[in-house]
Nanobody
Framework: QVQLVESGGGLVQAGGSLRLSCAASGRSFSSYTLAWFRQAPGKEREFVAA????????YYADSVKGRFTISRDNAKTTVYLQMNNLKPEDTAVYYC??????????????????WGQGTQVTVSS
């Protein structure tokens, strides 16, 4: 069983920064992809960024490329999402997700096996 616990959300003004954390536990993550998704009210859950645990390759949605950075700490089995130059349209609940044993990095939320509880990010204008 895998557990994912997010933290770090909050209220920030446009142009500000936040760092989200996702603490993962339960098994070896060497063959995992860890990803961040977000869901705004009335909208579908959308892909934000992903990282392959083995090798550290990263992937981003076009809307956040150049502003957000995903990274991992192997020793702490934690994934981070550093969010800079935040915009009001970044307001959403952010979720951490894990995909087991896949060589493909999916951007479809339906492909992921485990989810955290979510953390709210609100960006004021």
């Amino acid at each position: 069983q895998v557990q994912l616990v997010e933290s770090g959300g909050g209220l920030v003004q446009a142009g500000g920064s936040l760092r989200l954390s996702c603490a993962a536990s339960g098994r070896s993550f060497s063959s995992y992809t860890l990803a961040w998704f977000r869901q705004a009210p009335g909208k579908e859950r959308e892909f934000v960024a992903a990282i392959r645990w083995s090798g550290g390759s990263t992937y981003y949605a076009d809307s956040v490329k150049g502003r957000f950075t995903i990274s991992r700490d192997n020793a702490k089995t934690t994934v981070y999402l550093q969010m800079n130059n935040l915009k009001p349209e970044d307001t959403a609940v952010y979720y951490c997700a894990a995909k087991i044993n896949s060589v493909v990095v999916y951007r479809d939320y339906g492909r992921y096996d485990y989810w955290g509880q979510g953390t709210q990010v609100t960006v004021s204008s």
